[in-house]
């Protein structure tokens, strides 16, 4: 590694000749460990120039610290801090400062407090990871990933590269969506109805500051995704949760008056079941009824490969109430972050401007490249290829719950990527999820993706997206064992 040229300069208020104070500059880099063993300084032909100096005298203060084992000289390559120069002083740490502000009184809002759930950094160095949501480098395409990458830092894609889009999108990406995503969710939409932000939860976090007040109802299906409890907390609105049952969010359920409905008919999260076209229709009733929005999380739709999706919900309204979330960040790489709003102009324009005073826009290039991958087939390819591989992942995961009996709560009808569990009464799963990871499985325990404080504590989630066929029944049966374990000790 080089030391760039740009982090040389010359105190002017320090004494001696220019060859010494050359040669102190560099010392003191070394000792104090900002300039690391083995690394590359600049020729010296570059750093007189950069310095205002001539040449020989860098040379001889180049010279002068290699003869003090400063520096060492590679044949043709230039020097280098020698592996054998001083080492930085290692300093007794020095006592903390006492922080003398009452943080409780000082924090005007909390955001930290939410039930996030936890999830090893390292989870795939675990054998058996059960884990949702992660991007399984077997079946990525690298390859025309990097293609697309590449094209898209080309010049003709220059003013998608270096434009500020705070007022727009990338229009390929916008086209994109508007003629191919969304038709295929049954949904008709012009640009202008259309506003890419940074995944999912950036689009439910943005509708929700547009949308609810602290004088506004909100409901939310119990179980939920707990993102979205978090965001509809900050928001300070009136949140009243709905229990769902085998077909999703129960219209009788709901409160005589709400103003806004969040709900995942599609692929309930996290329970996966899947809302009937009747029940769907209901709901847009009822919302009518009430004059309330729906905001429609249409997570997963993709992984449909039991059976076609049913129409999204948003392609059922006829009054403008339905407001649409679509992500490409679970299909292609949650680092991806890259989602989608549809909605009506006036709420996109409004969704547009509280983006652009948060985070102006998704860097262009992402979008670019992105379009790219999409547009030229490589996206549907690889939502395929996902597709089946899932299926046998499912199918070896049934018959290894089946054959241990464990009880699967929730399915997806469609597909989908993983399975809603309950353990046996009494049993914790963030215990068990503890004692499993010393066996090398990792589950989700499912007490974040509820709202009340004395919600069951014995449920977790098991998805087969990052976990090869083969690895199932292992992990499974290692699963059964502790779980009788921790019930035969109760």
Known sequence: ??????????????????????????????????????????????????????????????????????????????????????????????????????????LGRRFADGAMPEKPKDWSSYRYPFIYGQTDPAMFDHANWRHCALRALGQKDFEALTADYYDRDDPQLIEFVARHTLPRRGILAR?????????????????????????????????????????????????????????????????????????????????????????????????????????????????????????????????????????FSKSIFPGLRLGYLVGPEPFIREARALRTSVLRHPPGHIQRTAAYFLSLGHYDSLIRRMGQTYERRRSVMEDALASHGLAVEGRGVFGGSSFWMRAPEGVDTKDLDRRLRAKSVVIEPGHSFFHALDAPRNYYRLAYSSIPSERIPMGIAT??????????AD
Not at 37 to 61: M, Y
Not at 479 to 488: D, I, P, S, V
Request: glycine share 4%.
């Open 1 to 106: 590694m080089s030391i760039p040229v740009e982090t040389f300069f010359l105190n002017p208020d320090s004494a001696g000749t220019l060859q010494a104070r050359i040669q102190q500059m560099i010392a003191e880099g070394i000792l104090s460990g900002y300039f690391q063993k083995g690394e590359k300084l600049p020729s010296s032909r570059r750093l007189a120039q950069h310095l205002g100096v001539s040449r020989i005298t860098v040379t001889l203060a180049y010279t002068e610290l290699q003869a003090s084992d400063y520096l060492e000289a590679r044949d043709r390559s230039g020097y280098y801090v020698s592996a054998n120069a001083p080492e930085p002083p290692r300093f007794p740490a020095s006592e903390p400062r006492r922080d003398v502000i009452d943080w409780n009184r000082a």
């Open 191 to 327: 640009p202008e109805e259309i506003l890419i932000t940074m995944g999912a939860q950036n689009a439910l976090w943005l509708t929700a500051q547009v949308l609810l007040t602290q004088r506004r109802t909100a409901v939310a299906e119990e179980p939920c995704y707990h993102g979205l409890r978090d965001i509809l907390n900050q928001t300070r609105s009136h949140l009243l949760p709905v229990k769902v049952d085998r077909d999703g969010l129960p219209c009788d359920g709901l409160p005589d008056q709400a103003d806004v409905i969040f709900t995942t008919p599609s692929h309930q999260s996290p329970t996966n079941v899947t809302m009937p076209l009747r029940r769907r229709q209901e709901l847009i009733e009822k919302a009518a009824k009430m004059d309330a929005l729906i905001v429609e999380d249409d997570y997963e739709f993709e992984m449909s490969f039991l059976n076609p999706p049913l129409p999204a919900l948003k392609s059922l309204d006829q009054d403008g109430r339905v407001i649409y979330i679509g992500s």
């Open 479 to 488: 699963l059964a064992r502790e779980l009788q374990e921790m019930t035969e």
